[in-house]
């Protein structure tokens, strides 16, 4: 990656205005240099909210890196081409949405607070430790995430752990494994977890939307699940079990996750406000007119009315129906779950994107029990969930495999549209060896044009093609770049 930059240190920074709270309104006067800046905890804090903002202005990217690959989403005639490209696996490394340059912008934010804030703290007598520590802890769950997204997108990504706060020095970072990326960001989530706050935040949209204890062990589980280490899965559930903080919604208020956000199940979520011009993306592609992105034909079937029991996550929740062949994903575009009152005014861009809630992390334990051949207590989980959602409660056989597909359905039908999909199906693809990379294979061809289904499969047989390239420019710019091999022809 090349990292010449000019960099007037905030000039770039624009209103910070991420809550309604001003929990986001500290703002670097614009011109400012470097040795003019770093001067109080407010200039601290202010480059950590850029880090948050930076990281919500990709919803967009965040929501369809999740789900354009996988099965329960269809482009419509307004589809961006390039996205197009990537759903149908006609991938090459000059597409704009292998870009990881906005990854990045979030990275170098937290780098900045990382080696700054201390230096700042000999500045500001007002600066005390804890409140050093907790901004420091927030923007390492923060780099942390954001790598997190960078492995399972790319794979092996350059590791920058300093800011690029320099416009002379030229370096060029080759790749890191994908692994060692997340060794590193383990350590770094573990050494700070204590550090992070969680009853210190005043509000209800800091509580959720900022990097609180919970937020870290939902990650680290995350990250353990992706890594396959089940009991590590367990430890970091269970703390947040321990909490006492968070509980499944009653099935009567299901709907409140997503209207009006924010709720007793969230563990972190991005937060948006329209009104004051901190809108998202998400009801602009997944709105009736916006004529983008549809419900696919097999979410269709799954979500039915007519073809599912569900009475809080299927259709009229999770998408509705309009018309003949005409649908929305409700969850960013309702009001309330009857397919028919949709969010209005200011309300219309103001769905926050759920990154981690406590359903999701439910099903990450009953994963991770159920390959521990712990199938009772996995099986009390997944029934659990479909209690709240109002059906009836199964019965399993005995095998992993069972449980997985099962959980794989829960997961499906819960988190649907939350940007899990993909990296869900990734994570099958890849356990045991790629035991399972068949399932994987078949998702993926299914958006493939009929007559490019044999050549596409057989060329996934390769899982470096479940990846993303490296966009064409990295490689021009940086001389230690390589290319995902999967695309070098």
Not at 13 to 22: K, R, V
Not at 31 to 37: D, S, V
Not at 118 to 143: C, G, H, W
């Amino acid at each position: 990656m090349k990292s010449k930059l000019k960099y007037f240190l905030f000039t770039i920074l624009f209103i910070i205005q991420f809550s309604c709270d001003g929990w986001l309104e500290l703002t670097p006067t614009n011109g400012l240099i470097r040795n003019e800046f770093w001067k109080s905890k407010e200039d601290v804090e202010a480059v950590l909210m850029s880090a948050y903002e930076t990281f919500g202005d990709m919803n967009r990217e965040l929501f369809l890196y999740g789900e354009l690959r996988a099965d329960f989403l269809a482009g419509d005639n307004n589809q961006p081409l390039d996205e197009q490209n990537i759903m149908e696996n006609n991938i090459f490394p000059d597409n704009p949405f292998c870009d990881w340059g906005k990854f990045y912008s979030v990275i170098n934010y937290c780098n900045e607070v990382i080696k700054n804030a201390p230096q700042v703290k000999e500045i500001d007598n007002t600066f005390t430790e804890f409140k050093l520590k907790s901004i420091v802890a927030e923007a390492y769950f923060m780099r942390s995430l954001t790598y997190f997204y960078l492995v399972r997108i790319f794979g092996d990504v350059p590791l920058i752990l300093q800011p690029t706060d320099t416009d002379v020095a030229e370096f060029y970072l080759p790749k890191t494994t994908g692994e060692d990326v997340l060794n590193q960001i383990v350590e770094d989530l573990k050494n700070n977890r204590g550090f992070a706050p969680s009853k210190e935040f005043l509000t209800l949209q800091e509580r959720k939307g900022r990097a609180s204890k919970a937020a870290f062990d939902a990650l680290l589980a995350d990250i353990e699940l992706w890594r396959f280490n089940y009991e590590e899965v367990l430890q970091h559930v269970q703390r947040i079990e321990l909490t006492e903080e968070y509980e499944l919604m009653p099935t009567a208020k299901w709907f409140e996750i997503f209207y009006p956000g924010n709720s007793i199940e969230s563990i972190f979520e991005l937060q948006f406000d329209e009104s004051l011009d901190q809108p998202n993306s998400l009801a602009g592609i997944t709105g009736r007119f916006s004529n983008q992105y549809d419900p696919s034909q097999k979410s269709y079937l799954l979500f039915g009315a007519q073809f599912s029991m569900e009475v809080i996550r299927g259709e009229e929740s999770t998408i509705t129906k309009y018309g003949e062949g005409e649908y929305g994903i409700w969850k960013y575009i309702g009001q309330s779950p009857d397919g028919r009152t949709q969010r209005s005014g200011t309300d219309g861009s103001s769905a926050n994107l759920i990154i981690y809630r406590y359903a999701d992390v439910l099903l990450m334990k009953a994963e991770a029990l159920s390959q521990l051949n712990r199938f009772d207590e996995s099986l009390i989980i997944i029934n659990q969930l479909r209690d709240r959602a109002g059906v009836g409660l199964v019965s399993l056989a005995n095998s992993t495999v069972t449980f997985e597909d099962a959980i794989m359905q829960e997961r499906a039908l819960e988190l649907a549209y939350e940007g899990k999909r993909w990296f869900d199906l990734l994570r099958l693809g890849r356990r045991n060896n790629y035991a399972r990379k068949s399932t994987l294979i078949e998702v993926i061809v299914s958006n493939v044009p009929s007559t490019q289904k044999r050549i596409v499969a057989a060329k996934l047989t390769n899982p470096l093609g479940w990846y993303l390239p490296v966009f064409e420019d990295e490689i021009e710019n940086n001389r230690n770049m390589t290319q995902n091999p999967y695309y070098d022809n």
